[in-house]
């Protein structure tokens, strides 16, 4: 065991809580909500998360239980990185995204979909993010669902999270109703 040197700080929650970086968070929030403003991210990212009536996931009826928009708007990369791949049934989508510019208010549980005791989804419930795309007249355009593929990374000097994404299946439909 080595002992602690006294010329360096040992960052505490109270004062990491306290800290300069954390202050600035709201005015990097605002900031960054101007893009949204201006109309330049012409979607909208939502948490959300459904219950199934018959007690397991997939069984008896799907019912959304939170629908959570996350904002400031995330940044998107772009959906470039979903490629469409035609199978014998349909045209298919494959591939990830990653979301960045997430404001470093949220935590690291709730961009996970955990509650507020830290547990994740029970047996009964699904959760995932959603990308609502707005079309030119502002109608939701399409709802496109994705699960994670890695966990949420903390990034304190941009004041940001950032999440890889990858696209998943049963998408709501573009009213927000789960099929």
Same mark, same amino acid.
């Given at each position: 065991?080595?002992?602690?040197?006294?010329?360096?700080?040992?960052?505490?929650?109270?004062?990491?809580?306290?800290?300069?970086?954390?202050?600035?968070?709201?005015?990097?929030?605002?900031?960054?909500?101007?893009?949204?403003?201006?109309?330049?991210?012409?979607?909208?990212?939502?948490?959300?998360?459904?219950?199934?009536?018959?007690?397991?996931?997939?069984?008896?009826?799907? +019912?959304?239980?939170? !629908?959570?928009?996350?904002? @400031?708007? /995330?940044?998107?990369?772009?959906?470039?990185? *979903? $490629? #469409?791949?035609?199978?014998?049934?349909?045209?298919?989508?494959?591939?990830?995204?990653?979301?960045?510019?997430?404001?470093?208010?949220?935590?690291?549980?709730?961009? +996970?979909?955990?509650? !507020?005791?830290?547990?994740? @989804?029970? /047996?009964?419930?699904?959760?995932?993010?959603? *990308? $609502? #795309?707005?079309?030119?007249?502002?109608?939701?355009?399409?709802?496109?669902?994705?699960?994670?593929?890695?966990?949420?990374?903390?990034?304190?000097?941009?004041?940001?999270?950032?999440?890889?994404?990858?696209?998943?299946?049963?998408?709501?439909?573009?009213?927000?109703?789960?099929?």
């Amino acid at each position: 065991m080595g002992c602690r040197d006294e010329r360096f700080t040992l960052l505490t929650p109270a004062e990491f809580k306290n800290s300069l970086a954390r202050k600035l968070i709201p005015v990097v929030d605002g900031i960054r909500d101007l893009r949204t403003q201006f109309g330049l991210r012409p979607y909208q990212v939502r948490l959300i998360r459904t219950q199934w009536t018959g007690g397991k996931r997939g069984l008896g009826q799907e +019912l959304t239980v939170i !629908d959570l928009p996350i904002l @400031p708007t /995330p940044l998107i990369s772009d959906l470039t990185g *979903v $490629a #469409l791949t035609v199978t014998p049934s349909a045209l298919e989508e494959l591939g990830t995204i990653v979301l960045s510019e997430i404001s470093g208010a949220y935590s690291d549980d709730m961009l +996970l979909g955990k509650d !507020d005791q830290g547990n994740g @989804p029970g /047996p009964d419930e699904d959760v995932w993010y959603e *990308v $609502a #795309l707005l079309g030119p007249t502002g109608e939701i355009a399409a709802r496109r669902r994705f699960v994670w593929r890695s966990l949420p990374a903390y990034q304190a000097a941009q004041f940001q999270w950032l999440i890889t994404l990858e696209r998943a299946y049963d998408d709501r439909t573009r009213a927000g109703d789960v099929r």
